[in-house]
């Protein structure tokens, strides 16, 4: 069965403090590993990464991938009170086009 | 563009009915996804449609069903509802699934069962 395990699950910072949100993966078929943010509502896109060692940034964010030892981090510099969210990880597949499996999540939360 | 749109954004339902949610994807996104979110397990794949085809189906029982529409538009449709179905039911499109491209999601339709 494919897995994708989230850690920690939950972690409390104050702001200007540096997270990273850890995501490994079992899964057969991997195409891609996604991140998405979740405040109230519906997740939002972060990024998609399908290269290994390829990092993406945006801003305060950044996100690697190692295909070799299965795992992704995500890294958050300077945080703000605005980034306490639910961190989402998931996985796409090759022939399985439309799903993703999806992490259990990191509850992030930036005390000022 | 508008996003992804889902109704309604509530319900609340009583054990034994059936209910049906609707979800409008982003202009020109014709993949959509269904989820089930709760507490406990997370966010779990339903099933995905493409061009008025289910292309993919997560494991859940024959109670949990959709259809897709000519316009992209998908439905899906629980019946005989049981307490464990109350979650938050997300949907996501994307331009052909999410092979390549991220998917999109709407904030979702929260359903109670009483």
């Known amino acids: 069965e494919d897995k994708v395990v989230q850690s920690p699950l939950s972690l409390v910072v104050h702001e200007g403090d540096t997270v990273t949100l850890n995501c490994s993966y079992e899964?057969?078929?991997?195409?891609?590993l996604l991140w998405y943010k979740q405040e109230k509502k519906a997740p939002t896109f972060l990024f998609m990464l399908t290269s290994s060692g390829i990092e993406k940034k945006s801003g305060r964010l950044s996100s690697i991938l190692d295909k070799k030892e299965l795992f992704s981090i995500l890294n958050i510099t300077a945080t703000q009170t605005g980034d306490s969210a639910v961190y989402l990880c998931?996985?796409?597949?090759?022939?399985?086009?439309?799903?993703?499996?999806f992490g259990d999540g990191t509850t992030l939360t930036v005390k000022p | 563009k508008a996003g992804v749109t889902q109704t309604p954004r509530y319900l609340i339902k009583t054990r034994g009915q059936q209910v049906t949610l609707s979800c409008s994807p982003i202009?020109?996104?014709?993949?959509v996804s269904w989820y089930q979110q709760t507490p406990g397990q997370g966010l779990q794949f339903l099933f995905e449609y493409f061009s008025e085809t289910q292309r993919n189906k997560g494991n859940f029982p024959g109670r949990f069903s959709g259809r897709q529409f000519s316009n992209s538009r998908s439905e899906m449709n629980v019946s005989t509802l049981e307490l464990g179905d109350s979650a938050l039911y997300l949907c996501a499109s994307s331009l052909e699934g999410a092979i390549n491209q991220p998917q999109h999601f709407g904030d979702g339709t929260r359903l109670s069962i009483l």
């Open positions: 998931a996985v796409g597949y090759n022939t399985n086009a439309g799903k993703s499996t």
């Open positions: 202009s020109g996104h014709r993949s």
């Open positions: 899964v057969t078929n991997f195409r891609s």
